[in-house]
C-alpha cells in the first residue's frame, strides 16, 4: 500500500513542480490519461505531459492535496485505486502583481489502474473524475 501511495504522491508533485517527466515515473508507457471531466484530453502520457505543460502554464502556483484512497485488488499484480483530490491554481508562485487574478480550486476523485512493474507500480490508466470547481476572483 506504501508503493502506491507514492505513486500518487509522485504525481501530485509532478504536476505541481511542472517538472512533466517525472510524470514517466507515475505512469507506464502506454498508459491512458482522461481529464475530460475536467475540460481536458484523453491521450497517452506524452499527449498529457504535453497538455499539462501548456494548461497549466498560466497557473504557476499549484497545490495537491490526495486524501481518502481505496485499493481494489484485481490481482496481485494489478489494482484499481481510487482517491480523493483537492487542488487549488494559482496565478503566482510569489506575492506579487500578476496579469491573472484570482484562484481555481477543484476537487474530485483519481481512478487509477495501477500494475506492477519491473520499477515497481505505475498507473496503466487514469480517469480524473472532477466532482467541483469554483473560481475566487
Known amino acids: 500500500m506504501d ?12 504536476v505541481d513542480s511542472g517538472q512533466w517527466d517525472r510524470l514517466d515515473d507515475v505512469f507506464t508507457e502506454d498508459a491512458v490519461i482522461d481529464y475530460t471531466s475536467a ?7 506524452a ?7 501548456e494548461v497549466l502554464a498560466g ?13 481494489d485488488h ?6 484499481i485505486v481510487v ?11 510569489e506575492m506579487a502583481v500578476v496579469p491573472v487574478q484570482g484562484l481555481i480550486q477543484g476537487g474530485g476523485y483519481y481512478h487509477h489502474r495501477m500494475i506492477r512493474t519491473p520499477e515497481g ?4 490508466e487514469l480517469v ?3 466532482t467541483w470547481r469554483t473560481i475566487v476572483p
Open 74 to 79: 484485481i490481482s496481485e499484480d494489478e489494482v
Open 128 to 130: 480524473e473524475e472532477q
Open 3 to 14: 508503493e502506491i501511495t507514492q505513486v500518487l504522491a509522485r504525481y501530485g508533485y509532478a
Open 121 to 124: 507500480w505505475r498507473s496503466r
Open 59 to 71: 497557473w504557476p502556483g499549484r497545490l495537491h492535496l490526495i486524501g481518502a484512497m481505496s485499493v
Open 83 to 93: 482517491a480523493s483530490f483537492t487542488d487549488v491554481l494559482a496565478p503566482s508562485r
Open 47 to 53: 499527449e498529457a505531459k504535453a497538455w499539462l505543460a
Open 39 to 45: 475540460g481536458g484530453i484523453k491521450g497517452s502520457r
